[in-house]
C-alpha cells in the first residue's frame, strides 16, 4: 500500500514496485484507515509505503493510529529531505525502515519493503514459537489440559485478584476412584486414554477462557473457577463426575473435594482445604463430591 497525495510521486513509485508487488495507491491517512478498516485480516497489505507530508493526518499520527488499531503490518516512512527526524522519530515508535526522497530514490524501494517484509515474517514466527514455548511449559503433555507447575501459578494470581477486588472463585480437586486397579487391569496405554478422556471432558465442562483445568498429580486434577462458589462449583464437579461415568472406563469413577476461597487463607492453607474435602469425598463413596 502507497499513501501518497503526490499523484505523480505516487505513480512512479507504484511503477517502480509493480514489477514485484501488487499496489494499492491511497491519498490520505482517512482513505488509508478506512480501507484498512474494511478489509479483512488475510488480505491486509504486506507493507505500507507511508509519506509523512498527507493532508489532514501527517505521517506520524497515521502510523500511531495503524498502531493502536493493532494492524500488525510494516511501515515504511518517505520523508523529503531535511526531514530525517521525522524518519528517526518514526524508527523509534516502530517503523520498520525510512527513505528519503532524494535523487532516483524510488529505485531502492523494491529491496527496502522486501527487506521490511522478511524482517516482519521472522518476527511473527519468532513470537509464534515463543507463545508456543509457552504453552508446551505450561500444558500437560499427556492430557492436553494445564500442568502441576502452571496449576500454582494461576491459582496464585488468582488470590492475588480475589484481595485485591474482593472477588470469588473456588477450587476443585478430582481423583480417580478405581484408576490404579483399571491400570493394573488393563496397561498403561489404556489407563492413559482414561486420563486423556478425563482432561478433555474437563475441558468440555468448564468456561472457555475464564475458568482453568489442570493434571495435578498421576490420576488427580484441579479445576479453578474464577468468580464462582462453592454451590456452583458443584454443579460443575457433578456433571464431570456423570461424564465420566457415562464413558463406562471399568469401574473408574470421580471423587471431589470443593472449596471456595476465603481472604482469611493462604494458598497452602486453601489447597489444604480442597484436599481434605475431597479425602472426605472418598469416604463417602457414594457421594462422590464433597463441599468444605
Known amino acids: 500500500m502507497i499513501i501518497e497525495d503526490n499523484p505523480d510521486h505516487a505513480d512512479l513509485a507504484r511503477l517502480e514496485l509493480e514489477p514485484h508487488f501488487e499496489v494499492c495507491l491511497l491519498k490520505s491517512g482517512e482513505d488509508a484507515l478506512q480501507y484498512l478498516k474494511g478489509i479483512a485480516e488475510n488480505d491486509r497489505p ?5 509519506d509523512y507530508s498527507l493532508p489532514g493526518i501527517d505521517g506520524l499520527t497515521l502510523f500511531k493510529r495503524i498502531i493502536e488499531n493493532g494492524y500488525d503490518i510494516p511501515v515504511i516512512i518517505v520523508t523529503g529531505q531535511g526531514d530525517e527526524s521525522i524518519a528517526v522519530k518514526a ?3 516502530g517503523a ?45 503433555d499427556l492430557t492436553g489440559i494445564f500442568n502441576h507447575r502452571y496449576f500454582y501459578q494461576k491459582l496464585e494470581e488468582e488470590i492475588v485478584r480475589a484481595k485485591r477486588q474482593n472477588a470469588r472463585f473456588s ?30 471432558i474437563i475441558l468440555s465442562s468448564i468456561r472457555d477462557k475464564v475458568d482453568s483445568g ?9 479445576v479453578i473457577l474464577p468468580g ?36 482469611e487463607s493462604g ?21 462422590g463430591v464433597n463441599i468444605k
Do not use: W
Request: hydrophobic share 40%.
Open 46 to 50: 504486506a507493507a505500507i509505503l507511508l
Open 91 to 93: 524508527m523509534k515508535k
Open 96 to 140: 520498520y525502515d525510512y527513505v528519503i526522497k532524494s535523487g532516483n530514490y524510488r529505485a531502492v524501494l523494491p529491496s527496502v519493503i522486501y527487506k521490511a517484509v522478511k524482517q516482519h515474517e521472522l518476527e511473527r514466527e519468532k513470537a509464534r514459537l515463543s507463545l508456543e514455548l509457552e504453552r508446551l511449559v505450561i500444558t500437560d
Open 171 to 200: 477450587l476443585i480437586l478430582f481423583d480417580l476412584d478405581c484408576f490404579k486397579e483399571y491400570n493394573d487391569a488393563f496397561g498403561h496405554l489404556e489407563g492413559d486414554k482414561v486420563l486423556k478422556e478425563t482432561g478433555m
Open 214 to 222: 489442570f493434571r495435578y498429580g498421576g490420576d488427580e486434577f484441579a
Open 228 to 263: 464462582i462458589g462453592k454451590k456452583h462449583a458443584f454443579y460443575v464437579a457433578r456433571r464431570i463426575r456423570r461424564l465420566v461415568r457415562e464413558k463406562k472406563m471399568g469401574n473408574v469413577d470421580i471423587s471431589a473435594g470443593i472449596v471456595e476461597y476465603s481472604p
Open 267 to 287: 494458598m497452602e492453607d486453601f489447597i489444604k482445604a480442597a484436599d481434605d474435602a475431597l479425602y472426605e469425598s472418598k469416604k463417602l463413596r457414594g457421594r
